[in-house]
């Protein structure tokens, strides 16, 4: 049996990368499986995997900017369900004209909402149920963008995801008398298709060293399966080779 047997888990952006990696390290350890994002043909893929292995995964797209479909999720977890013991709030997106030169209005929205909007819509609707149950964990994926201002990420996308840490943050500030935790995670570069939106391509060779999906599901499911009395409040997850850091070295050579 496994340390999260019985749980229930709503991962979103489950389709793919980050997302992927924490639906399969948390069905493995027991959980059943609620997959969320846009594409219903990459999560049943997922959902397909899980079931394979014996779990149990339940498909549910939706657009997360948009409060509505939200609340669809929301209720088909509560009514189905009945109760929601992890939010893995992952999904989050960029664009190629991340730069102050080339951004639009609409490109700002789309930002701002896919980053930010779409995962306070998620705690919304997780909140009554982990507050009924005086139980409930919520795991962020933010990003070092969220942390610290550089150049990649475009200065919309940083300022969501900075954000999304201080959301988590105060989560653990007003609902820590309901036993409801909230960590959030500081990617740095991962190999996930999120990098075929940057303005210049990331090779293979690159990829190969960069964090890898699977390395964040592991860490989502150590923070899954920690006592409920302690909480992570931020935990960063790099790669050895940190590019940022390289180029730095190369500078002062």
């Known amino acids: 049996m496994g340390r999260l047997s019985g749980k229930i888990a709503w991962v979103t952006g489950a389709g793919s990368g980050i997302g992927e990696a924490a639906a399969l390290a948390l069905a493995g350890e027991g959980a059943a499986i609620v997959l969320t994002g846009r594409r219903a043909t990459l999560l049943e893929s997922v959902a397909a995997r899980i079931r394979a292995a014996g779990g149990t995964a339940h498909v549910q797209p939706a657009d997360l900017m948009k409060s509505a479909e939200v609340r669809r999720v929301g209720a088909f977890i509560a009514g189905q369900l009945g109760r929601l013991d992890i939010l893995v709030n992952n999904a989050g997106l960029n664009i190629v004209e991340r730069h102050w030169a080339q951004l639009t209005p609409e490109g700002i929205d789309t930002l701002v909402g896919g980053n930010l909007t779409a995962a306070l819509y998620c705690v919304t609707v997780a909140l009554p149920l982990m507050r009924a149950q005086k139980d409930g964990l919520i795991i962020h ?11 990649f990420s475009g200065p919309i996308y940083t300022a969501a995801k900075h954000g999304v840490v201080a959301a988590s943050h105060s989560l653990n500030m007003e609902e820590c008398v309901n036993g ?74």
Request: glycine share 8%; with cysteine; aromatic share 4%.
């Open 141 to 151: 994926t933010a990003s070092m963008a969220g942390r610290f201002i550089g150049g």
């Open 180 to 253: 409801i935790r909230s960590t959030v995670m500081l990617p740095g570069e991962v190999a996930t298709p999120i990098l075929d939106q940057r303005p210049n391509p990331v090779g293979p060779e690159e990829r190969a060293r960069m964090v890898q999906p699977e390395d964040c599901g592991d860490l989502v499911r150590y923070i899954a399966c920690l006592p409920p009395h302690v909480v992570i409040n931020e935990v960063m997850i790099a790669p050895t080779w940190n590019r940022s850091y390289v180029a730095n070295l190369q500078r002062k050579l």
